[in-house]
């Protein structure tokens, strides 16, 4: 594996691209339309219950106003409301949220304004967790940006037929490290003067920040989508890891049809249970970038996992005159930053939210 030369802000903010360069000049989110998020529970509502599941589709709004919105109407305290995940507010996003059952009952089906209006309203049996889903999926409008449509699919079909086949790196997208990096910049600051929230964006940007330089070591020496002896692997979508045995020639014919991956270190207290080669670059990465690892220690976290590979479900591309319409699935956690970078220069602001969930 190669030696580590790599900075917290470069591993996270401009990681190696696993498919190549950018393809081609392209505009990004003309309007919030181009860009759509749904979310796919992966259950269906309860059917009885003490609270509502509500499907809501926003525009323009970001997902903590639409909850404070909700607990209005419903006459509750915002912390009753329950969501997912968060959504980026500069797009369309369906996504579930939960509240108590009021009385009298409310009609939510005609709640509706500017900024998001209440789809569905189904009983359930409890408060929406976050997390509690099994992914998102996303249309992405990608449009020329030299006026020419056509060139611009033809460029994106080979590539896109690669990404369908092998995925794209997992990484952490650039929105989890604030503004310009900002979240990161703060990891030198007594964290003890932070508010919880503010102590919360800096121990994950810290985080983050670690599993793309190990990721983005991976990528450079060509290990991030295949399993080594030493690795600790995982399912597609699962969170349970299990650790891999070079001579298991199974193992890797799964690996190879996108069925389980290898993963990265979230770091923490302790020590990685991977061996051999992958175990000697995570620590050497850890003690490269060791005031963000010193932090995931000092906050009590333990070591978690996150797959290095991110597979890229249901993926078509249809042409439009001036544009190329992207339709995906990813699983919880997963970044369409990761996708759309592997494509095109993703201008700013072209991310996912921190916790897309």
């Known amino acids: 594996m190669p030696a580590v030369s790599l900075s917290a802000r470069e591993a996270a903010l401009t990681p190696p691209r696993a498919h190549g360069a950018p393809l081609a000049p392209a505009v990004l989110r003309a309007t919030p339309a181009d860009f759509v998020v749904e979310e796919d529970l992966g259950f269906a509502p309860a059917g009885s219950g003490q609270h509502l599941l509500l499907r809501v589709r926003k525009r323009n709004a970001n997902t903590q106003w639409v909850a404070r919105e909700l607990a209005r109407i419903a006459g509750c305290r915002p912390f009753e409301v329950g969501y997912a995940g968060l959504k980026d507010r500069r797009a369309v996003a369906i996504q579930w949220f939960s509240v108590p059952q009021a009385r009298p009952p409310i009609s939510w089906c005609a709640v509706r304004n500017a900024e998001f209006e209440v789809l569905e309203a189904h009983p359930h049996t409890r408060k929406l967790p976050r997390g509690a889903l099994a992914g998102n999926r996303f249309l992405v409008r990608i449009g020329a940006a030299q006026g020419n449509g056509g060139q611009l699919a033809d460029s994106l079909a080979l590539r896109l037929a690669g990404i369908a086949r092998y995925g794209v790196p997992n990484y952490f997208g650039p929105q989890r490290f604030g503004r310009d990096g900002a979240n990161l910049a703060r990891a030198g600051e007594d964290l003890r003067r932070l508010a919880p929230q503010e102590r919360g964006?800096?121990?994950?940007?810290?985080?983050?920040?670690?599993?793309?330089?190990?990721?983005?070591?991976?990528?450079?020496?060509?290990?991030?989508?295949?399993?080594?002896?030493?690795?600790?692997?995982?399912?597609?979508?699962?969170?349970?890891?299990?650790?891999?045995?070079?001579?298991?020639?199974?193992?890797g014919g799964r690996c190879q049809r996108l069925e389980i991956h290898p993963t990265g270190p979230l770091w923490g207290e302790g020590t990685p249970a991977t061996l051999a080669r992958v175990l000697e670059l995570e620590l050497r990465l850890a003690a490269a970038l060791a005031r963000e690892s010193a932090l995931c220690v000092a906050a009590g976290m333990a070591q978690e996992r996150r797959s290095l590979r991110l597979a890229v479900r249901e993926l078509s591309s249809e042409p439009e005159a001036q544009a190329v319409v992207l339709r995906f699935r990813l699983v919880r956690?997963?970044?369409?930053?990761?996708?759309?970078?592997?494509?095109?220069?993703?201008?700013?602001?072209?991310?996912?939210?921190p916790d897309a969930d």
């Open 201 to 251: 964006f800096v121990l994950s940007a810290a985080r983050s920040a670690l599993f793309n330089a190990v990721l983005a070591a991976r990528v450079a020496d060509g290990s991030w989508e295949h399993l080594e002896a030493g690795d600790l692997a995982n399912l597609d979508g699962r969170g349970s890891v299990f650790p891999v045995d070079g001579a298991d020639d199974t193992l």
């Open 333 to 353: 956690g997963g970044f369409a930053t990761a996708v759309l970078r592997e494509l095109i220069e993703a201008p700013p602001h072209a991310e996912t939210p």
